[in-house]
T-cell receptor, first 111, second 112 residues
Framework: DGGITQSPKYLFRKEGQNVTLSCEQN?????MYWYRQDPGQGLRLIYY???????QKGDIAEGYSVSREKKESFPLTVTSAQKNPTAFYLC??????????FGQGTRLTVV | AQSVTQLGSHVSVSEGALVLLRCNYS??????LFWYVQYPNQGLQLLLK????ATLVKGINGFEAEFKKSETSFHLTKPSAHMSDAAEYFC??????????WGAGTKLIIKP
């Protein structure tokens, strides 16, 4: 079955630590996105990529980094510069003029 | 720039009552419009989409939405609410450049 897989489902980060969230898709979609969700704040765009080896900052990119070395993969690194990383992170992929497909999300908690 | 407005961060209805979730968009050209549902601690799932075919779009779980160009609206309805409909619902607009513009979401509460 085609879809998007995010891992892990739950992730705990210590202060000052970088962590990487995985997102893999087998839908052959060109574009991939990372969103952050906080209670009552909807979806906020962190980064997106419309083609391999290219990506763009979204509205809240500070403290995050991404790579797009393969069409199928778009990992997100939450760096120590992100002072408030506790949130629910969603990855999505899309082809032009079609709907977005979402992964099941990763809940990141700072401990 | 395009924008999407969902009226009401929370909507409460009784089980069996009509569900109406409002979405208005700003766009100078007919857009692609979507409604998604999100259950707690899960990703978003597509309910339905408008892609310039029929203006009344039927989706999963008994939901439907009507595209009204004159009102720039795409409200989501269901004739009879069920307890399992309790979730957060998001309206989105797609432009021609892969970008999705999201509404802030509406949490649907079902009263027994």
């Amino acid at each position: 079955d085609g879809g998007i897989t995010q891992s892990p489902k739950y992730l705990f980060r210590k202060e000052g630590q970088n962590v990487t969230l995985s997102c893999e898709q087998n839908l052959n979609h060109d574009a991939m996105y990372w969103y952050r969700q906080d209670p009552g704040q909807g979806l906020r765009l962190i980064y997106y990529s419309q083609i391999v080896n290219d990506f763009q900052k979204g509205d809240i990119a500070e403290g995050y980094s991404v790579s797009r070395e393969k069409k199928e993969s778009f990992p997100l690194t939450v760096t120590s510069a992100q002072k408030n990383p506790t949130a629910f992170y969603l990855c999505a992929s899309i082809q032009a003029n079609t709907e977005a497909f979402f992964g099941q999300g990763t809940r990141l908690t700072v401990v | 720039a395009q924008s999407v407005t969902q009226l009401g961060s929370h909507v409460s209805v009784s089980e069996g009552a009509l569900v109406l979730l409002r979405c208005n968009y700003s766009s100078s050209v007919p857009p692609y419009l979507f409604w998604y549902v999100q259950y707690p601690n899960q990703g978003l799932q597509l309910l339905l989409k408008y892609t310039s075919a029929a203006t009344l779009v039927k989706g999963i779980n008994g939901f439907e939405a009507e595209f009204k160009k004159s009102e720039t609206s795409f409200h989501l309805t269901k004739p009879s609410a069920h307890m399992s409909d309790a979730a957060e619902y998001f309206c989105a607009v797609s432009d021609s450049n892969y970008q999705l513009i999201w509404g802030a979401g509406t949490k649907l509460i079902i009263k027994p």
